[in-house]
Every structure is written in structure tokens, then in C-alpha cells.
């Protein structure tokens, strides 16, 4: 019941935080991990310790999903050099710049266990990532680089994380090469042929479910059925979990009905928006449990704290300019995607959040090394720690002004509505011309209602190309008729307060006219 009443008080908390953030115009993860810092250090409140599993099993594999279903397939397949020079390529170069860093302090360590703080904070975080990148507002090609970066570079951390290890508590003299490359193809093979594995199971159960709950239940269960699936052979489960979310996201209009998609798509925003919540609170509340137990001399503990945090702060800067221009020097990839203005790279290595995955892999570091050779651990979880309040609070809080002052140029709102409008009304074509071939036998009413609602719909998709202030004539209808709604709920509710109908009769009137409301709301929010 205690265990409960913790987890309760926490979402609450989480809860009004990110209210307040959206109150106070703030980015809800850096304002939740400045609050779980204060917290973790008034008196009498639950000292909730995070538990790596939970973490690297529990919360981060829903929330990897449902970032992979809302990644565009084709978007993440044109951006794929750039993603994997990411989070592929930088994973390895950060963790070696850290782990070679962090050696230099320690040289008395073996360089494995180095190389392993490396790999612990050289991903950034897909939590941060998504949650800051999306807030922000930064162009769309920036914010598919960043979310699939952050779905690729925790499965490279997590392998090199692995093979580190290993390598600094063997007691044969390390590992070689051939089983740095056995773990390498165990983990990112198995994880990709567990995903498409997932991928075909769980689409056809998809397929055959038509029961909207039920559908919303298989979608809750996949990340976790992959994951386990993955770990029982050693393979990543990060990459298993990206690769069939990638898949069903792709494939969704084909596996589910309308009902099934608006369910999940509502499911998933709430359960994405409590466990970001309970995430960046939970790292602030950490501090206390972090700082307890260190001995280091203060002079030392700041200097090793700073160097290792530039090194990840500059690593990521130096591996993304030489990655965004030489490659421009091969004629074929230079006419394929000319060189972005230098705006691009600075704002992307501005973006290099670290979260919780980095502290959860930190908590799951060895206790000691080869022939029970005692270590730093305590250190090397704080010096975790450190990089991500940094780079969180430091990088995220000031990402927005970064962004305005670089001037990064936006998307081009006509283009993408000229692009809708042309589709509109291709769509609107075929609707007409399927509605022709039905049409005959059918009530001459019912037939012109379909051609105009088939007409509004392209109308206002060239509405949006007006550019003007004045109401437009689908502004006015969804003004008028929101209106017309209220009045209608009013009396439905009075005839059920009388007694004049059920209870049921009540939820389905209330059931269709919010349907309606929904859609006039996501019409005047387009």
C-alpha cells in the first residue's frame, strides 16, 4: 500500500508540473527535473530509488514505441546517413572521448570500465529528445534527424555498454575482437529479426481484431512481448521494439479501423504524457540517493565533473560538422542533399540531451571489476548524473533562444498547405467519382448531401492557402455549429435530468455530438 501511495503522489506531482510548465510557458522536462531536485531533499518525502530494469524494461520501451508508430517510415529512410552518423557513429565517438577523458583522471582503472561511463552517457535521450525538439518548433527534417537518432543510439550505447563490461570484469584478460563482433551481430541482428518478426505477428493480429479495446490491449502489450522476447536471446531490445514500431506505424492504416486508431492515438498521448512526466521527476529525485555516498575531495570531484561534461558537450560538435560537410564532398551525395546552412548542425549538436536511460545504465554498472576489484562506482553514477542535469537543464532550458537567434528557416506553412490542397482535391476526385459508380438506387437527398460534404472538404483545404484574417466561410461554419452543439447538449442533458430518457440514450446523444466537436476542433486547429 506504501509502494502505491509513493507511486500515486508522484504522478500527481508529475502531473501538476507539466500543467504548471504549459501554465508558465516552460518545457515541461526541464521544469519536472528542477522540481525532483528540490524535492529530493525535503524533509519526510519518499526517497524512491530507480531501479535500471524498471527503466531499461518498463518505461522506455512503450515510450521508444509509440515515438517509432508516429515516425514517418519514407522521412526516416531519406534521413538514414545522417540518423545513423548519429547514433551510430557519435555513440562510439563520444564514449571513447569520455571514456579516454576519464581515464586520464583515473589511470589507475582499467580503460574498459572508462570506456563503459563512455557509453552510459553518450546517447541522447529519446525522451528529451522528442519532448524538447517538438516543443520547440525546430523544422521537420531537424526533428526526424533528432527522434531517430534518439530511437537508434540507445541500442549502440546499450551494446557498447555490454561489451565494456565484459571486457573490464573478465578474468581471462578481456575480450577479442570476434566477440566484440559475436555481441555486436547477437544484439543488433536479433533485435532486428525479433522486430519484423513483430511486425508480421502482431500486424495480423491487428488485422483480424476488430474490437477497438481489444486493440488498444495488443497495442499495450507489443513493446513489453517484443522486449522479453529480444532478452531471452540476447538480442537488443531497444533495436526489436524500433524496428516494430516502425513497421505497424507504417502499416496502420491497413491493420486497424478508424475506431481502433482514434482509441490508440488517445491512449498513447496519455500514457506517453504520464510516463515523460514520471521520468524526468524521477531523475531530479535521484540527487539525494547520488550525492550521498560520495568521498571524492570536492576540488577533484569538480574537476573530473567538468571535464567529463565538456567532453561530452564538445564531442558531439566535433563529430557533426566534419559529418554534415565532408560527406558533402562525394559528388552524388552532394546533388542527392546539397550542404544544409551551418545553422543546421549547430542547433542539432545544441539538442544533445541526455536522460534517463543514461542514469538507469549507470545504476546498472558492475560492482566491481575483475577479481572483485572494488571501483569508483559511486563517482561514476554521479559524474551520470551530472551530464544529464547539464545537458537537460543547461542544453533544453536553452535550446528555444538558441533556435530564434540562429534564425533556423521554418517549414513553409503555404508550401505544406499548397501540398494538402492538391492532394484534397485529387482525394475529393476519386470520392466523387466512387460516389458516381454507387450512386444510382440511392435517395437523391442523400447523394447531393455526399457531393457537398466531398466539396467543403476540398474548399477548406484551399481555405488555408487564404493567408487573410477574415473569417473564412469553414471558420464560420464550425463557429455556428459549435454553438448549435452546446444547444443541443443542453437539452439532452435536461430531458435525462427529468427522467425523460436513460442514462444510455444520454451517452450515445453525448458520444456523437463529441465526435463532431473533435472534428471541428482538429479542422480549426489545421
Not at 150 to 156: C, E, G, I, M
Not at 258 to 280: D, N, Y
Request: glycine share 8%.
Amino acid at each position: 500500500m506504501e509502494a502505491l501511495f509513493e507511486v500515486v503522489v508522484v504522478l500527481a506531482i508529475a502531473t501538476f508540473g507539466a500543467a504548471l510548465a504549459r501554465r508558465l510557458g516552460l518545457l515541461a522536462p526541464i521544469l519536472l527535473v528542477v522540481l525532483g531536485l528540490a524535492l529530493s531533499f525535503v524533509p519526510g518525502f519518499p526517497q524512491i530509488r530507480l531501479d535500471p530494469d524498471l527503466v531499461l524494461v518498463g518505461i522506455l520501451p512503450p515510450l521508444l514505441y509509440v515515438a517509432a508508430l508516429e515516425t514517418s517510415v519514407p522521412a526516416f529512410k531519406l534521413n538514414l546517413r545522417p540518423i545513423l552518423l548519429l547514433a551510430v557513429g557519435l555513440v562510439i565517438f563520444t564514449a571513447f572521448v569520455v571514456g579516454t577523458v576519464l581515464h586520464l583522471f583515473l589511470p589507475d582503472l582499467p580503460y574498459a570500465i572508462c570506456l563503459a561511463l563512455g557509453a552510459v552517457v553518450a546517447p541522447p535521450d529519446a525522451v528529451a529528445a522528442t519532448a524538447v525538439a517538438r516543443r520547440v518548433g525546430l523544422p521537420r527534417r531537424i526533428v526526424t534527424i533528432l527522434e531517430g537518432e534518439s530511437l537508434v543510439n540507445d541500442a549502440t550505447a546499450l551494446v557498447l555498454l555490454r561489451v565494456a563490461i565484459v571486457a573490464a570484469t573478465a578474468t581471462g584478460g578481456g575480450v577479442s575482437v570476434g566477440d566484440v563482433g559475436r555481441e555486436v551481430l547477437v544484439a543488433t541482428g536479433g533485435g532486428i529479426l525479433v522486430g519484423l518478426l513483430g511486425v508480421v505477428v502482431f500486424g495480423y493480429l491487428h488485422k483480424r481484431i476488430t474490437d477497438a479495446v481489444l486493440d488498444n490491449a495488443l497495442s499495450l502489450i507489443v513493446p513489453f512481448a517484443v522486449v522479453f522476447a529480444a532478452e531471452e536471446i540476447h538480442a537488443s531490445g531497444v533495436v526489436a521494439v524500433v524496428v516494430t514500431g516502425l513497421g505497424i506505424g507504417h502499416k496502420m492504416p491497413m491493420l486497424m479501423s478508424a475506431a481502433s486508431r482514434l482509441q490508440i492515438g488517445a491512449f498513447w498521448r496519455l500514457t506517453r504524457f504520464l510516463l515523460e512526466g514520471l521520468v524526468f521527476l524521477l531523475v531530479g529525485l535521484q540527487l539525494r540517493e547520488v550525492v550521498r555516498d560520495l568521498d571524492e575531495p570536492f576540488g577533484f570531484l569538480v574537476g573530473i565533473t567538468a571535464a567529463v561534461v565538456a567532453a561530452v558537450f564538445l564531442a558531439r560538435f566535433v563529430w557533426l560538422f566534419p559529418a554534415t560537410y565532408l560527406a558533402r564532398l562525394v559528388p552524388r551525395v552532394r546533388q542527392k542533399d546539397p550542404a544544409p546552412p551551418i545553422q543546421v548542425p549547430i542547433v542539432i549538436g545544441w539538442a544533445g540531451m541526455r536522460g534517463v536511460v543514461t542514469l538507469a545504465a549507470a545504476l546498472a554498472l558492475p560492482l566491481t571489476l575483475a577479481a572483485d576489484r572494488p571501483y569508483q562506482r559511486q563517482l561514476f553514477i554521479w559524474l551520470a548524473f551530472a551530464v544529464i542535469v547539464v545537458t537537460l537543464v543547461g542544453q533544453g532550458a536553452t535550446l528555444p533562444a538558441v533556435a530564434r537567434r540562429l534564425r533556423i528557416p521554418a517549414d513553409d506553412p503555404v508550401q505544406d498547405a499548397l501540398s494538402a490542397a492538391a492532394v484534397q482535391q485529387q482525394a475529393s476526385r476519386a470520392a466523387r467519382e466512387r460516389l458516381d459508380e454507387l450512386a444510382e438506387g440511392a435517395p437523391p437527398a442523400v447523394v447531393e448531401r455526399l457531393r457537398g460534404l466531398v466539396q467543403s472538404r476540398t474548399n477548406l483545404a484551399w481555405e488555408r492557402l487564404g493567408g487573410t484574417d477574415r473569417e473564412t466561410p469553414s471558420q464560420a461554419y464550425g463557429r455556428l455549429r459549435q454553438e448549435m452543439i452546446d444547444a443541443e447538449r443542453e437539452v439532452f442533458r435536461a430531458a435525462r435530468d427529468s427522467g425523460k430518457i436513460p442514462e444510455e440514450v444520454l451517452v450515445r446523444a453525448y458520444r456523437d455530438l463529441d465526435l463532431e466537436e473533435s472534428l471541428l476542433r482538429q479542422e480549426t486547429a489545421d
